[in-house]
């Protein structure tokens, strides 16, 4: 294989045959392709893109570049993937309820991007656990419990690590293209028999119109039907958080407040409709209203409760966690309330700074690699359209010390636009793409 004739083939606007493709990708998992080559195809990919075909392509020879996972078990295998938020952990609560409905999910999961948290950050905010699980491991607890959070192995989609890392230094992350075979290249090599996507729209997201949000949820969905998996996607709002709390530890707590004494919220709602959809789509439901009316009766009969704690006690964690998580979750240091600074109604949260505030609190990454803190980020953050009077709490600030605390203030106080206008509500499912 000829990598200088695929990238010129790329430049000319033309897409480089299916062999030809995935032999670019073996060449970035074993090395042979080199950083100055993959910047160039990543480029050129941006520029020109690579239609359909190629992205299905493309996606199968990234996820064929490494181990591809074999389940023996006596359900569909499944997942569900976000492209990210703020206050998005509806993973902690769907993966557990959804195990208890029949399925298996062998979730491999990231870190904290930009402004979003991480699902795997959040986990580790539990005292003792630990992510990085060996393949039998995670194999064993997928089979015993349903299902498993962790991180990906090296041998999971290898050639994607690498061109990722060299598309974050060659403004190159934006193409839906590599976008989409990135999520997918990973995804696939799960075993996945069913897959359903949240893409994300609005202040909080990456994908800030509807129109971008489509694009990238047609390309996933078409993209991964073409591979070969069933996948549907949800276009969801994201102009404010999903849970009211921002942060590792405090999104946790999110978590087991929903498990333990359930009642409806935006970050249940949008579980129920993601699993309902997940299990229709993989034949565990006769319809997605039954598929939903399973995830609401697993979370509210506390299945999922129980399933959660089992994870957490063979990732590392307490036995007692879900009986005592108020005891074990770190707490920080300074917690400040935010006040109104005027009358009116809430009329538009920014949702990216929220999440900044977060990462500048230490509850993300500003260079990789980075320490984060687990205890800091914002609890009690109020609602698109809420009426509220001079003084009233727009949300609590949780930081490591008092310096922090008030750099935070200040630009959550920013973020949160206070007038007399009524604000566009949203549905928190925009669109559904099949």
């Given at each position: 294989m000829d990598a200088r004739a695929v990238i010129a083939e790329l430049r000319q606007g033309e897409t480089p045959s299916r062999e030809d493709l995935r032999d670019f990708a073996n060449g970035l998992a074993s090395g042979d392709i080199s950083d100055a080559q993959?910047?160039?195809?990543?480029?050129?990919?941006?520029?020109?893109?690579?239609?359909?075909?190629?992205?299905?392509?493309?996606?199968?020879?990234?996820?064929?570049?490494?181990?591809?996972?074999?389940?023996?078990?006596?359900?569909?295998?499944?997942?569900?993937?976000?492209?990210?938020?703020?206050?998005?952990?509806?993973?902690?609560?769907?993966?557990?309820?959804?195990?208890?409905?029949?399925?298996?999910?062998?979730?491999?999961?990231?870190?904290?991007?930009?402004?979003?948290?991480g699902t795997l950050d959040k986990l580790e905010a539990i005292p003792g656990v630990s992510t990085e699980v060996g393949k039998q491991e995670f194999r064993e607890i997928v089979e015993d419990i349903g299902f498993a959070i962790v991180s990906a192995s090296a041998d999971i989609a290898p050639a994607d690590k690498?061109?990722?890392?060299?598309?974050?230094?060659?403004?190159?992350?934006?193409?839906?293209?590599?976008?989409?075979?990135?999520?997918?290249?990973?995804?696939?090599?799960?075993?996945?028999?069913?897959?359903?996507?949240?893409?994300?729209?609005?202040?909080?997201?990456?994908?800030?119109?509807?129109?971008?949000?489509?694009a990238l949820a047609?390309?996933?969905?078409?993209?991964?039907?073409?591979?070969?998996?069933?996948?549907?996607?949800?276009?969801?709002?994201?102009?404010?958080?999903?849970?009211?709390?921002?942060?590792?530890?405090?999104?946790?707590?999110?978590?087991?407040?929903?498990?333990?004494?359930?009642?409806?919220?935006?970050?249940?709602?949008?579980?129920?409709?993601?699993?309902?959809?997940?299990?229709?789509?993989?034949?565990?439901?006769?319809?997605?209203?039954?598929?939903?009316?399973?995830?609401?009766?697993?979370?509210?009969?506390?299945?999922?409760?129980?399933?959660?704690?089992?994870?957490?006690?063979?990732?590392?964690?307490?036995?007692?966690?879900?009986?005592?998580?108020?005891?074990?979750?770190?707490?920080?240091?300074?917690?400040?309330?935010?006040?109104?600074?005027e009358n009116g109604r809430v009329i538009a949260i920014d949702g990216q700074a929220l999440g900044q505030a977060v990462v500048h609190l230490g509850g993300g990454r500003l260079v990789g690699g980075a320490r984060i803190d687990p205890s800091v980020g914002l609890s009690h953050v109020i609602r698109l359209g809420a009426v509220v009077q001079q003084g009233d709490v727009l949300a609590r600030v949780h930081a490591a010390n008092e310096v922090d605390a008030r750099i935070a203030v200040k630009s959550v106080t920013d973020a949160i636009q206070i007038g007399n206008a009524t604000p566009e509500q949203r549905p928190l499912v925009i669109e559904r793409v099949t």
């Open positions: 993959a910047g160039a195809f990543a480029m050129a990919v941006c520029l020109n893109g690579l239609g359909e075909e190629g992205r299905v392509a493309l996606t199968e020879a990234m996820r064929d570049s490494g181990e591809i996972l074999n389940w023996d078990v006596p359900g569909p295998v499944v997942d569900k993937h976000s492209t990210g938020g703020v206050g998005d952990c509806v993973s902690l609560l769907l993966a557990p309820a959804l195990a208890s409905c029949g399925v298996y999910i062998p979730m491999i999961s990231g870190r904290g991007l930009g402004h979003t948290g690498r061109l990722y890392a060299v598309r974050d230094v060659t403004a190159t992350v934006e193409s839906v293209d590599l976008i989409t075979a990135s999520i997918l290249s990973k995804k696939l090599a799960s075993g996945l028999e069913a897959l359903v996507l949240d893409i994300k729209c609005g202040s909080g997201a990456f994908m800030e119109t509807v129109e971008d949000a489509r047609q390309s996933l969905v078409n993209t991964g039907n073409g591979a070969g998996c069933k996948t549907a996607g949800l276009i969801t709002d994201m102009n404010q958080p999903l849970a009211s709390s921002l942060g590792n530890a405090l999104e946790i707590m999110e978590i087991i407040k929903a498990l333990t004494e359930p009642h409806q919220t935006p970050l249940q709602d949008l579980t129920v409709e993601l699993g309902g959809t997940l299990l229709a789509l993989s034949g565990q439901a006769d319809t997605e209203a039954k598929g939903q009316t399973m995830i609401r009766q697993s979370i509210e009969g506390g299945h999922a409760a129980e399933g959660f704690g089992k994870m957490i006690v063979r990732m590392g964690g307490p036995k007692d966690f879900i009986e005592r998580w108020r005891d074990r979750l770190p707490a920080a240091r300074f917690v400040i309330d935010i006040p109104a600074r």
